[in-house]
């Protein structure tokens, strides 16, 4: 199974402030054939069932704002939040899909300071 | 719109079985694979199962082989989720979500997901 790391396992942030949070996954979710990685990003705030934020580890989901971002290849990826809101307190969640099992990371939850 | 909705959690004593349903719209539901993924209370969420669009092919995680099926009903939009043999460690909210793609694979993002239906496992 691949195994997925996120750091930190939370973070505080003023608002208007940027927010990093990284994955690491335990092998390339990178698929040669098509370039692409198989690597998604999950918006979950509380009571409320995950949402798709991006997908191929840096393409935006419509309708989700242009502050959120990712970025990163092969094993190692990242989302920011350039200027971080007050509805964007939650917990963000990487997942590759490279591969069945399909597996998160931990979790990072992030919190205005 | 599509809309994922689903049903059958409750208190139940270990050894025990229950199913859960997820009732789809808003899609051509027989299209696409389908997925659950449960989150125990306070934790993260854990993929469990998947089925293909047609219910031909499931693959789990290794935690609920054996205990678990999962199954569809493409006639009625329906997807399951039966469960026996019931562990503590199986409390968890349980999510049906869809695949982004339609047809064939099982490795996706998932593009949308039900509210989750809570599943006690306790004496």
């Known amino acids: 199974d691949i195994v997925m790391t996120q750091s930190p396992d939370s973070l505080a942030v003023s608002l208007g402030e940027r927010a990093t949070i990284n994955c690491k996954s335990s092998q390339s979710v990178l698929y040669s054939s098509n370039n692409k990685n198989y690597l998604t990003w999950y918006q979950q705030k509380p009571g409320q069932p995950p949402k798709l934020l991006i997908y191929?580890?840096?393409t935006r989901e419509s309708g989700v704002p242009d502050r959120f971002s990712g970025s990163g290849s092969g094993t190692d990826f990242t989302l920011t939040i350039s200027s971080l809101q007050a509805e964007d307190v939650a917990v963000y969640y990487c997942?590759?899909?490279?591969?069945?099992?399909?597996?998160f990371g931990g979790g990072t939850k992030v919190e205005i300071k | 719109q599509v809309q994922l909705v689903e049903s059958g959690g409750g208190v139940v004593q270990p050894g025990k079985s229950l199913r859960l349903s997820c009732a789809a719209s808003g899609f051509t539901f027989s299209t696409y694979g389908m997925h659950w993924v449960r989150q125990a209370p306070g934790k993260g969420l854990e993929w469990v199962a998947v089925i293909s669009y047609d219910g031909n092919n499931k693959y789990y995680t290794d935690s609920v082989k054996g205990r678990f099926t999962i199954s569809r009903d493409n006639s009625k939009n329906t997807l399951y989720l039966q469960m026996n043999s019931l562990r503590a460690e199986d409390t968890a909210v349980y999510y049906c979500?869809?695949?982004?793609?339609?047809?064939?694979?099982?490795?996706?993002?998932?593009?949308?997901w039900g509210q989750g239906t809570l599943l006690t496992v306790s004496s």
């Open positions: 997942q590759q899909y490279y591969d069945i099992p399909l597996t």
């Open positions: 979500a869809k695949r982004f793609h339609p047809g064939a694979g099982y490795g996706d993002y998932l593009d949308y």
């Open positions: 191929w580890a840096s």
